[in-house]
């Protein structure tokens, strides 16, 4: 741990403890007001990648007794990795036959919104019909009609249509090396836009929530619903639905990449499959209570478990095996976390060291910016995902060496981004 801030000093309820050494002004006024939420537990912890946010920080984990906080969560609700480790040696791979996978893959799997690889019906799953069976009518977010058994809904349809693609942003796809010599997996996406209409539907419900009952929250981005309410057992039934629905989107993605690498370099052996989320609140038991802990982009490390941690698209990853720290809730970074916002990382990096920064590695170049406005105008490319958006993941890592072990390090081949 690299610091605690007391309660007292803080004027919060609880303090706050960081494992991140270079946390900026507007990440902590978000991590002192999780601080001062009226059911808030012991201390809020900080990861090493932690960094600004929507409610609260990226890169934090915040525990409530009997609440849970949608912000706390985020939209992108089971935003996580997915790895596998093959028996390939990645230095028989030339370069020329890097690009043709990354191409293949990047053909395979879609990136916007409804690409699925069947069109208009989209791809089938149980896990839709189950849901289905679970409720009596569909929830407002869906924005639906209900019968028969049936939904029709854009929103459903467009839920069906994106399983199964990336997603853009910080989302990706890598082959990597790791430390043997062997070719590895990773992949990052979530629940899609299923996800952001959960969370952006109940965010607005306990907003309204806690108008009605006066709740004494620091600020209305902090709304929370109470898990014993009907409000709040919806959400944490929704909120499961979209942490299988991503975890499925992983999956199914993991399978096309694999068939991928197939198609070019014969079959293999898959070893260490990993699927978990990083953006998601749960039910554990800490210091002796039950408590519903939000791991807002923060990976799970319970002593012994397994946990992906990736760099930037330029950096090393991790795959690395908890050791339980209490303090952090048995929790630890998701990633590197960002060190510049994507509208100044195009403003203030050069093409020449982005370029740099990716020597040797396969991937489709810098795109032009989608955003507009007068700040994009004097912007010629998006450097918003460019590894020197990035904080060091070397630092972050040693910066929690009381939370994790490192299992394995990969270095980055080729890169397909959302």
Known sequence: MKWEKDAKKLNTRVSIMSWCDDIDVDTLSQAINAANLPCVFRHVALMGDSHLGYGVPIGSVVSLVDCVCVNAVGVDIGCGMGFIKTDIKAGDISRELLDKIREDIHRRIPVGEGHAHVKEKGVPWSGFDNYISKILDPPAWMEATFANGEVSSAVWNLARLNLGTLGGGNHFIELQENEEGFLCIMLHSGSRNLGHRIASYYHKVAMELNAKYH??????????????????????????????????????????????????????????????????????????????????G?????????????????????????????????????????????????????????????????????????????????????FGEAPGAYKSIDEVMKNQSDLVDVVHKMRPLAVVKG
């Open 215 to 296: 709740s004494n929250i620091p600020t209305a981005d902090l709304a929370f619903l109470p898990v014993d309410s009907a409000e709040g057992a919806a959400y944490l039934r929704d909120m499961n639905f979209a942490l299988e629905y991503a975890a499925e989107n992983r999956r199914r993605m993991m399978e096309e990449v694999k068939y991928a690498v197939m198609d070019r370099l014969g079959g293999f052996a898959v070893q260490g499959e990993v699927n978990i989320h990083h953006n998601y609140a749960t039910l554990e038991k800490h210091f002796g209570h039950n408590v519903w802990v939000h791991r807002k």
């Open 298 to 382: 923060a990976t799970s490390a319970k002593y012994g478990e397994v946990g992906i941690i990736p760099g930037s698209m330029g950096s090393a990853s991790y795959i690395v095996r908890g050791l339980g720290n209490i303090f952090s809730f048995m929790s630890c970074s998701h990633g590197a976390g960002r060190k510049l916002g994507r509208n100044a990382a195009s403003l203030e990096l050069t093409k020449e060291e982005c370029d740099k920064a990716m020597e040797g590695i396969s991937f489709a170049g810098w795109k032009k910016p989608k955003r507009k406005g007068k700040k994009a105008a004097d912007v010629e490319f998006d």
